[in-house]
């Protein structure tokens, strides 16, 4: 029972620290981090054919 939640927990940090630094991307680079998701969003309806 401890090893999952400390697995939860470590994933919930790991999730916090890429949903702060995507955060400071988008304020500090707004038009590359644009291009960027967009290219990831069409690269990932590629494949599916949507």
Known sequence: MKNILRQQRRSSMVAAVVTILMGVLL?????R??????ALLGGAL?????
């Not at 981090?33 to 967009?38: K, M, V």
């Not at 590629?46 to 949507?50: D, F, N, Q, S, T």
Request: proline share 19%.
């Open 46 to 50: 590629v494949p599916p054919g949507c």
């Open 33 to 38: 981090s644009a291009q960027l998701l967009c």
């Open 27 to 31: 304020i500090f680079v707004p038009n």
